[in-house]
């Protein structure tokens, strides 16, 4: 595994929320019995919270409010890449203890098993047949997904590329991670080489322009190889009326947008979006497969207990990341006025009466034979 998160297997997927990730203070406080009752009934328990030599100027962070961003091409990317201590977290009868975590790099190495677990443990979606030789993962983050997939498909090279060097060193053999913007076209890998390009939570952040960013994966990929999109929605959805008037979340989320449209980004997206720039990129066969991932444990389907609880971990861990950037440089926002709303918000996600998720989408098509 990538990170210091212990690997969820099938079984994590298939049981109810009683796991415990595999972490230094794990085991500092038993999980509940089952049908226990956790102290603070009303919420999830007050201790949840949230291979290359690279050249000096990549590693040189830029620094704001304290927190680290990429210095390559500076700027170009909003949240953080740090590695900033986190306090403990236990989340009802989960516990993950994240003392040594890494903030934005394990926001995203928790979302990925959130993401996974969703997903029914499978890595993507696309029938791309069972020997693969060129996988590509743009906007990879830590690797994790370019590391998994190398050890599922030995046959295959995995390419990770990302603005920053965050990867891990120690990665199978057949995983290689390159920096390079993802935006600067024409991009390094030949024409027709590739099996299967994939994309997850690049929405907005990273890509706009999912035409232009289709077009070039459709010049890579091989004859009958595919691109994924692993993308979500950034808006909060409640089917019953458990947000609070006034919600905090909500708000949240529509201020957050309000900035991305001031930065010249938009968070939002429909599958359709999707749909729309791959046909126009001529990609042909495209499917669509449409999730709901809840924020917390709330759900009556069991199979969405565990994603919502890594969900929920994930966004109060990263909460702060996320916003900054955005809140800072474009609402005007100071970091102490900030902090009240994350507060509020961090306290709203807590109550399990509060039944918020976000859409996620997978859209894959490929390139015609
Ligand atoms: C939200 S994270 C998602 C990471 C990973 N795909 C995942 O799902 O865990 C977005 C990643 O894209 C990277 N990124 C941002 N702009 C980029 C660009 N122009 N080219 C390549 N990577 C970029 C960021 O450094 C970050 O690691």
Redesign the pocket.
């Given at each position: 595994m990538a990170n210091n998160i212990a690997a969820p297997t099938e079984d994590l997927a298939s049981t109810d929320a009683e796991t415990t990730i595999n972490h230094p203070l794990a085991s500092s406080e038993a999980p509940l019995e089952d049908g226990a009752t956790p102290s603070n009934d009303s919420t999830y328990g007050d201790d949840i919270s949230s291979t290359f030599s690279v050249t000096s100027l990549i590693r040189d962070y830029e620094i704001e409010n304290g927190r680290t961003y990429?210095a390559f091409?500076a700027g170009?990317?909003l949240?953080p890449?740090d590695e900033v201590s986190a306090p403990n977290c236990n989340c009802s009868r989960i516990i993950i203890d994240f003392r040594n975590l890494k903030e934005e790099q394990d926001r995203?190495d928790i979302?990925?098993h959130a993401f996974r677990m969703l997903f029914d443990n499978k890595p993507f979606f696309a029938p791309i047949g069972d020997n693969p030789q060129e996988i590509v993962?743009?906007?990879?983050?830590?690797g994790?997904?370019a590391i998994d997939v190398g050890d599922a498909y030995p046959g295959a090279r995995v390419r990770g590329?990302?603005?920053?060097p965050i990867q891990p060193i120690f990665v199978p053999p057949n995983v290689v991670f390159q920096i390079?913007?993802?935006?600067e076209y024409p991009w390094t890998f030949k024409e027709n080489s590739i099996d299967l390009v994939h994309?997850?939570?690049?929405h907005g952040?990273?890509v706009n322009d999912w035409v232009t960013f289709y077009k070039e994966s459709f010049r890579v990929l091989k004859p009958g190889g595919y691109v994924e999109s692993q993308e979500f929605d950034c808006m909060d959805k409640c089917d019953d009326d458990s947000l609070p008037p006034n919600s905090a979340v909500h708000q949240w989320f529509q201020l957050l947008n309000e900035g991305a449209v001031k930065s010249g980004i938009n968070l939002r997206l429909k599958p359709s979006d999707l749909v729309e720039a791959m046909e126009e990129a001529g990609l042909v066969d495209i499917e669509v497969k449409t999730f709901k991932l809840p924020f917390g444990p709330w759900s009556s389907d069991k199979k969405l207990k565990q994603p919502g609880i890594f969900t929920l971990v994930s966004m109060l861990e990263g909460l702060s990341g996320i916003s900054a950037g955005l809140f800072t440089r474009y609402l005007g926002w100071d970091m102490n006025r900030l902090e009240v709303l994350l507060a509020a918000t961090r306290a709203e996600w807590r109550q399990k009466k509060v039944h918020t998720y976000v859409d996620v989408c997978v859209v894959y098509g490929k390139k015609p034979l």
């Open positions: 990429h091409k170009r990317y949240m890449n995203m979302a990925y993962d743009v906007g990879t983050g830590t994790i997904w590329t990302d603005l920053s390079d913007d993802c935006l994309t997850r939570d690049l952040w990273v």
